[in-house]
């Protein structure tokens, strides 16, 4: 049973690797700060010292948006600017840590220390970088193509009337199908880099592609699995997060608290992903 | 020649005029129409063999007559409809237009030749959507006037309130149709007239109460649904049928037709209610028809009784979207076509609201053009208490843990939140309300105000002051002033001298100013008070201290300001360290008042009108101050907001 055994053995490796994770959380959590906390304190400056906050303890009143005037305004572009600058910087620091991620998967002696995680990261951030626009880039035109396109004629033919959902979900289907095949050449492309070093992508790609194409299937259903363990632990998450109304100081910590332990979670099933594939590319052809 | 216009003589006003669905009519009857209608779905147009009838009931002869033609409103870019910009053809089969091919008064007077185009509102010689026609000879007073008219109606699309869309017709505004004659006195009028509006962008109703006779022959195919009680259909055996329907006491008369309808049929009280929908709108049935019912129970208490046995109520499909949310009394439109997430309570909104168009509109027939506040911003304080009350506990729109809202807040906030809510009086014909703030004004400040006063003279009153409306005005034709001494004798009735002699400095300053309201917290301090030192007449004077060794005392100060001209009552709410409460009363004429107490306590929380009664005030943060203020809400957003961008950038990420 080599796909049980490869998806034990990336677990074991990504756990393994938790200060690693730990540094990426510490960082990421940081880097959000810096935008939530001005925000913050922006809401502050809003209410002041009004008891209209009593109203938004079961959840946002928006019935108050009108009431804050020109500072709901302000609050929302700054929201949505500082999410923009926040999403481009996460991308950069998230491509930054797979590289070192890669090279611990991709190393024989287990943990790295953190200097050498970070020497890691930087020698690999720039081809890593590449690469991750290049699939990114290939992920959204697949997703034009599978799902923009009969959206976009189905809504022509029936006039925007979209009578046709239900057909809708056969691409929806060939899409989520897809999507480990893009996953799986990026990981194997980037588990070469790291294991040997080199910096060139197009060649990554080539020996990432060649590599999966040899072990396709075993490759398929392992990332298929931890796909789905992903997608399902993301939604969980943010359903708990999104449903949840702590209503004292305290219980707001104890939720701050929660949220970040999700997030861990979230970051060690993503490092299971690159470790499981790392596992993949040492398997006999 | 003489026989037939001895049978037209006799037998039709006996059927016109006869009893079908109530035994006693249930308003003057002023005006009446007997329409054979044919709908040719090739060339959209609806063609037509009607009987209009007018009965003068003022005390001097009439010599002309005025006519709504309102699809005429779609047959040029010129009209003042179009030239609005609401409203473009879709390319030339677009364009509609309703074509009088022969007019003849009971007599056989051809009229025809004396038809010519007025513009009562805006003097536009392009539009041609009033129609004058000048009588042979005048009707006496009490005489009816009988009109026989054959008719083209051309649709127009896309579907604005009226129009087709490929084979869905909304039949609404689509023949040619009396103005109200008004007498002397009549919503305050000097002398008696025609009040008969031009077609505009917003707003479209005044209309006598009616009897209608209504049959259209149409293809077998089609389903069709409209405002009035179905009398009989029969098969033409040629692939068409005829529906013959009629309604009694109803402003308008409209229809639908389209071969996908799918028919529910459910019943409140001695209502039958007819729900025609599409295939995707089938799964929202029970919520759509649920909304409707709640709309009649709810009005029923609080307002009058809702008359008519039957009423039908459309949710358009998507073809037909342009047609969704429309009131014509007993035929009404939802929106949505069972496309919106069933968390948002939209649909069943625009389904109470235009039901609710049958209490203040069709039932209560006030002049939309002239008084919109009246039809729309009454409707609407109505429809967001309906929405408010059954469901999401208070927060009506919607109500989920992470965010909430109610329906009235909804419009509030549309009110306070723009920038032309002082660009106008509330009073204005629909037509002339500047930099767009027709919507704004006539749906939400309206209804804002409404809340207001119901937070002043309770809900109680106010639900006592519809009751009365409803005795005194219902199917007649009230004006804004009559609502406002409707208000101000049951609010002296209940209420003595409590808000004065009269309401008026209400209306005044809500409906017929421009200023806003807004009141504040402008400081609290609660300073010790220190004893004595210094010198009098040369002795040292020391402040004698309580004789309990611990307690302080305190000089506290609040500080409250109105910052906007509107001049209203207001309570303020002062809380003490110890757990005392008091509720100051301000008439909130002055800038500013300062209440100040003396004692050992220090204020912990001050909140200006507590019980939310004013809600025109457009900014309530500032009307509450606590000296220890909570960030738990914003603590929690920032929560979420950190959570949700790490998961975004995660997911983005690969
Ligand atoms: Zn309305």
Redo the contacts between chains.
Sequence with gaps: MDYIRILKRGAAAAATSYRLIIIMWLT??MM??L??VP??SI??G?????????R??????????????QSFGYLFGA?TLG?LL??LT??L???FF?GGLFTRFAAAYGDLNVASFMKASARNFFPFLVL?LL??LI?FAWTALIIGVPVGIMAAVT?????GSNLMRIPLLIWALGMPV??LV?DHSRRWMAATGSGRVFRAMGAGFGSLKRRFMRSYGAMLTVMIVNVLF?GA??WI?????????GM?FL??LA??L??LI??LL?SWRYAVVSELALLPA | MRQSLFILLVFIPAIMRGQVIFDVPLSERTTGYDIAAVLETESKTVTGDMTAWWVNRSAMPVDHALLHLYLNAFSSNKSSFASSGRWSPAGDEGWGYVRINRMSDEYGNDLTMTMHYVAPDDGNINDRTVLQIDLPRPVLPGDTLKLNILFESKLPSPIVRTGFN?DYFWVAQWFPKFGVYETAGMRQRESDGWNCHQFHPNSEFYSNHSVYDVSVTIPSEYVAGSGGQLVEEIDNGDGTRKIRWRAEDIVDFAWTAWPGYKVVRDKWRGVDITFLTS??GLKIADNQINAVKNGLEYLDARVGPYPWPHLTFVDP???GAGAGGMEYTTIFTSAGSGLIPPFLKMAEMVSIHEFGHAYFMGILASNEFEEPWLDEGVNSYWEERIVDNYYGGG?GI?????????DA??A??????SPSKQAATNDLPSWLYPHGTYGMMSYQKAATWLHTLEGLISTETMDNVFREYYRRWAFKHPSGKDFIETVNDVVRKEHGEKFGNDMNWFFDQVLYGTEICDYRVSGVTSRKITGYSGIADGDSVAFTRSDRKSDTLYLARVGIERTGGMMLPVEVLVRFDNGDEVIEEWDGKERFRDFEYTGTRKVT?V?IDPDNKIDLD??????????D??????????????????????????
Excluded at chain 1, 159 to 163: I, N, R
């Design positions: 990421a959590l959000v700060l935008v939530a925000l913050k809401l502050k809003v209410f002041d010292r009004s008891l209209a906050t009593e938004m303890l079961d959840g946002f009143d928006a019935g108050l948006a009108g009431d804050m005037g929201a999410g926040l999403m996460g991308f620091l998230f491509t797979a991750a699939m990114t992920i006039d925007g009337a979209m009578t893009w996953l990026a993301f998450a943010l997060a999104a449903w949840s109304v702590p209503e004292r100081g707001i939720f701050f949220t970040q999700m997030f979230r970051l993503k | 490929k295939e995707k499909p998507m073809e927060y919607i109500r989920l843990p992470f965010i909430k809202m109610s807040d909804m509030r906030t549309s009110y306070i939140g929380r909140i457009i900014n309530r943060i500032n009307n509450s101050w606590t000296d203020p909570q960030f738990t809400a914003s603590g929690r957003m920032m929560t979420k907001f950190i959570f949700l961008m790490q998961m975004v950038i995660s997911l983005f990420t690969i």
